[in-house]
């Protein structure tokens, strides 16, 4: 674990340099997979940092709102570097819906660009996984297994590595059945499926977890929704029918 990084008198989140090593390198995946399937990637580019500025910015604002007597009475806190003290599901949704907005104003096709970001979306996991390991957060439940590590005093489930393991992995299958999709849209739904299969197997071993009533866990729950909906979609849209309507509509 190693939460902070000290360079001289600075002190650095790894956390959060991680985290935007996982945005660059997210994107430079996307990239490479964008010019397999004949896209413009600075558009992936130009989406990614607009994207980028619009959720870190709502983030904080949203984070601010929330704590209103603290940012009214220290008003410098709006710009602190401190990564924890934003609302990041507000800054996700908000950065998605701008990076959609901007390839739509680009004209890019949407199902071809979720190919190509897919494969983005399974190297920026990767590292978040990463991320969470070095800070310490999201830990596993104790383990006797060789590989364990030793958190707050109990060895653990590197759960974080399983995450980074699966989302190499992941992104390497991704990557080499790119020139075997079948449609527009296969490989992201096949991607989607992948990564919400290995986050359903993962969540397992975590110790940090919202349990709904019944006792299921939450983001399992979310997991096996989004895999069921994912492979749905792939039956539906795999038929030759769904085929000839797509291409009678370009």
Same mark, same amino acid.
């Given at each position: 674990?190693?939460?902070?990084?000290?360079?001289?008198?600075?002190?650095?989140?790894?956390?959060?340099?991680?985290?935007? %090593?996982?945005?660059?390198? $997210?994107?430079? +995946?996307?990239?490479? !997979?964008?010019?397999?399937?004949? =896209?413009?990637? @600075?558009? #992936?580019?130009?989406?990614?940092?607009?994207?980028?500025?619009?959720?870190?910015?709502?983030?904080?604002?949203?984070?601010?709102?929330?704590?209103?007597?603290?940012?009214?009475?220290?008003?410098?806190?709006?710009?602190?570097?401190?990564?924890?003290?934003?609302?990041?599901?507000?800054?996700?949704?908000?950065?998605?819906?701008?990076?959609?907005?901007?390839?739509?104003?680009?004209?890019?096709?949407?199902?071809?660009?979720?190919? %190509?970001?897919?494969?983005? $979306?399974?190297? +920026?996991?990767?590292? !978040?996984?990463?991320?969470?390991? =070095?800070?310490? @957060?999201? #830990?596993?439940?104790?383990?006797?297994?060789?590989?364990?590590?030793?958190?707050?005093?109990?060895?653990?489930?590197?759960?974080?590595?399983?995450?980074?393991?699966?989302?190499?992995?992941?992104?390497?299958?991704?990557?080499?059945?790119?020139?075997?999709?079948?449609?527009?849209?296969?490989?992201?739904?096949?991607?989607?499926?992948?990564?919400?299969?290995?986050?359903?197997?993962?969540?397992?071993?975590?110790?940090?977890?919202?349990?709904?009533?019944?006792?299921?866990?939450?983001?399992?729950?979310? !997991?096996?929704?989004?895999?069921?909906?994912?492979?749905?979609?792939?039956?539906?849209?795999?038929?030759?029918?769904?085929?000839?309507?797509?291409?009678?509509?370009?």
């Amino acid at each position: 674990m190693l939460p902070v990084l000290n360079v001289g008198s600075v002190a650095l989140q790894t956390r959060g340099l991680v985290l935007l %090593a996982a945005f660059w390198f $997210g994107l430079y +995946a996307t990239d490479r !997979a964008a010019r397999r399937l004949n =896209l413009d990637p @600075d558009d #992936f580019w130009n989406a990614g940092f607009m994207a980028l500025l619009a959720g870190i910015f709502s983030a904080r604002t949203a984070y601010a709102i929330r704590f209103w007597d603290v940012y009214a009475h220290s008003p410098r806190l709006l710009v602190s570097p401190n990564i924890r003290d934003m609302d990041w599901r507000v800054g996700a949704l908000v950065g998605a819906l701008v990076f959609v907005v901007w390839l739509i104003r680009m004209r890019v096709p949407l199902r071809r660009a979720a190919d %190509a970001l897919v494969v983005g $979306g399974a190297v +920026a996991w990767a590292l !978040a996984g990463l991320s969470a390991f =070095l800070s310490g @957060d999201a #830990f596993g439940t104790p383990t006797r297994l060789p590989w364990g590590v030793v958190l707050w005093g109990v060895k653990r489930h590197p759960v974080q590595l399983y995450e980074s393991v699966a989302g190499v992995a992941i992104a390497a299958i991704l990557w080499a059945w790119l020139p075997r999709r079948r449609f527009d849209g296969w490989l992201a739904l096949v991607g989607v499926a992948l990564l919400a299969g290995a986050r359903m197997l993962i969540e397992t071993f975590r110790a940090t977890q919202t349990v709904l009533p019944g006792g299921f866990r939450a983001v399992q729950f979310a !997991a096996w929704l989004i895999l069921l909906a994912a492979l749905a979609l792939l039956a539906m849209l795999d038929r030759p029918e769904s085929h000839q309507s797509s291409n009678s509509g370009k």
